[in-house]
């Protein structure tokens, strides 16, 4: 993702990243953590506020924003995820900042009209990457909404959730075998800097060490 962000730097646009999943997987946590490790590594991120649906969703999206200090586009509650996507990529271009986050509302991959409206924002405003974010303590059920997400809308990448509460972290070798997309990083706690880039080495020396302890950040 990095790298991505440098070469579209070098074409003077911004890094469009929308994020998508079910309800509740960590999506705007991810976000605020990103926000995060991206200002720290001298970009300026700003967040698109599209979970327009759920009750809360834009006060707490916006608490993240506040926290890290980046700027956050948002609209009524109700109002078109994807114009607030489109206004953010926009706000982006126009003050030369480097990535759009696109925060969007959990849904399940069974409602039809909510996958729908997901495709809508994807195609209004055209990001770079769509990545799933799944709860890896799901395990096979994450493996199979990613399926679902990547057949509607064909995700690029994904990032799981909670690895610290998951022992082996078993759940990414899976999602990455049947979509065939990269695991880009692994939410490893509630705090902004409880993020990893994956590392492929590390999963393996955790899947087959014998200790059964919670996986531990190590830097
Ligand atoms: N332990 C742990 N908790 C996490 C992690 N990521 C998110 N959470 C927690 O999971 C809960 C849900 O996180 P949200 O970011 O609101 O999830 P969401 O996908 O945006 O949820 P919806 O918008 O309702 O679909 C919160 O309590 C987070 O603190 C993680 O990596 N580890
Ligand atoms: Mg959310």
Request: proline share 2%.
């Amino acid at each position: 993702m990095t790298e991505m962000i440098e070469e579209k730097k070098a074409k003077g646009e911004p890094l469009v990243v929308m994020f998508v999943g079910i309800n509740g997987t960590g999506k705007t946590t991810t976000i605020g953590k990103l926000a995060n490790y991206y200002l720290k590594k001298g970009y300026e991120p700003v967040i698109a506020a599209s979970d327009t649906f759920r009750a809360g969703a834009i006060e707490q999206v916006t608490h993240h924003a506040d926290n890290v200090g980046v700027k956050i586009i948002k609209h009524q509650k109700g109002s078109d995820p994807a114009a607030v996507a489109y206004d953010a990529v926009e706000h982006a271009k126009a003050k030369g900042k480097e990535l759009v986050l696109i925060d969007t509302a959990g849904r399940m991959q069974t409602n039809t009209n909510l996958m729908d409206e997901m495709k809508k924002i994807k195609r209004v405003s055209k990001p770079d990457l769509v990545v799933f974010v799944g709860d890896a303590l799901t395990g096979n059920d994450a493996t199979e909404q990613a399926v679902k997400f990547n057949e509607a809308i064909d995700v690029d990448g994904v990032i799981l959730t909670k690895a610290d509460a998951d022992s082996k972290g078993g759940a990414s070798l899976s999602i990455g075998y049947v979509i065939q997309k990269p695991i880009l990083f692994l939410g490893m706690g509630q705090g902004y800097d409880d993020i990893k880039e994956y590392d492929a080495d590390w999963m393996l020396n955790q899947l087959f060490s014998d200790d059964e302890e919670e996986m531990e950040v190590k830097e």
